[in-house]
């Protein structure tokens, strides 16, 4: 750590929260869009098999972006965890990352899920499949994403609002596929068909169905699990009532995002942070993400956890997560159009 410049680059809070180890010879300064139990267990192994100290500042993601941009080469931070495409999109194009060459990761990563010029990497994948009540809905019935915007299902479907950058993401997704014509009319008849105007999170989204407010939600798996996983009676009870549909597996496959990371372009621990970047691609760190936080492995020969197999195998789109972040901007454009609240 360098005490002097972290104190007088981050407010006191921040201080605080990056313990100052004056002793330690090995460390990383890593910010992290992902709440502390979501993250640091694995970051304890790490320290465990290497003797790196991974010094851990959690906060908003697009807020850790823009300190990053803020405090430009001054930085303390040498990596950065997010979620979302979107935002490691953002995190590029807002100059705070750098090129990573790394053999490991690009062995261990599909092409797909890093961005092309590898300044950053997806770790984990999350899909985005819709849900639907059991007994309520027929799955015979469900196809693809573009059905969604069916007269059938007028009233029927919930999903979270278009401020949300999954849901950017995947109308993002929809751009590419199908065209900004076509997207655009599809989002208008979504739109016709939600059950009420977006708010909340998945897991709102998820409880709505189960209380019979909508046959239908959008949201990633995750959080269905850890709802089925909940020490919450009513999270389990609403949990039991959904089931999972993959959608267009006849055609592109599901639509899936990536949690990921990137070297921020200040790194002063570089080798240190990609020693932990390529780390978070090892079995061990690949089997964690599936069995603790619910999401997919992005590393192919890695078996997800015994509750994601009970949804099935499916086929997820393939497209270049890259494509989520260049197309964000005219998918929040297209959605405010369609009047997507």
Not at 250 to 261: C, E, I, L
């Amino acid at each position: 750590m360098r005490p002097t410049r972290l104190l007088a680059c981050l407010g006191l809070s921040l201080s605080l929260a990056f313990p100052v180890a004056a002793s330690a010879a090995e460390e990383v300064n890593l910010y992290s869009a992902r709440i502390e139990s979501l993250i640091k267990p694995i970051l304890d192994r790490f320290t465990e098999q290497t003797g790196i100290n991974v010094n851990l500042v959690t906060g908003n993601a697009d807020q850790l972006i823009s300190r990053l941009k803020t405090e430009g080469r001054n930085s303390p931070a040498d990596m950065l965890i997010t979620t979302d495409a979107g935002r490691l999109h953002r995190a590029k194009e807002a100059g705070v990352v750098q090129p990573v060459s790394s053999d490991i990761l690009a062995e261990r990563i599909p092409e797909a899920y890093r961005d092309p010029d590898n300044q950053w990497f997806g770790l984990s994948l999350r899909a985005r499949p819709i849900m639907y009540v059991e007994g309520e809905v027929d799955p015979a019935e469900l196809s693809t994403y573009e059905d969604l915007a069916d007269p059938k299902w007028q009233k029927q479907i919930c999903i979270r609002s278009s401020s949300n950058i999954y849901n950017q993401s995947l109308v993002a997704s929809l751009i590419e596929a199908n065209g900004p014509e076509a997207t655009e009319s599809w989002a208008k008849g979504l739109v016709n068909n939600m059950a009420r105007p977006p708010q909340g999170g998945d897991r709102d989204q998820i409880k709505a169905a189960a209380a019979g407010q909508c046959k239908l939600a959008v949201a990633n798996t995750y959080y269905l699990a850890g709802m089925m996983n909940s020490t919450d009676v009513s999270e389990q009870e609403a949990a039991s009532k959904i089931r999972v549909f993959w959608p267009n597996q006849a055609d592109r496959g599901t639509h899936v995002n990536v949690s990921g990371a990137a070297i921020t372009k200040a790194a002063q621990n570089r080798d240190n942070a990609i020693k932990l970047l390529e780390f978070l691609t090892s079995d061990e760190a690949q089997h964690w993400y599936a069995e603790v936080n619910g999401e997919y492995p992005v590393v192919a020969d890695i078996e997800s956890s015994e509750l994601l197999q009970q949804w099935g195998n499916f086929k997820a789109d393939d497209l270049n997560m890259s494509v989520l972040g260049e197309n964000n901007a005219d998918a929040v454009k297209l959605m405010d159009r369609a009047g997507w609240q």
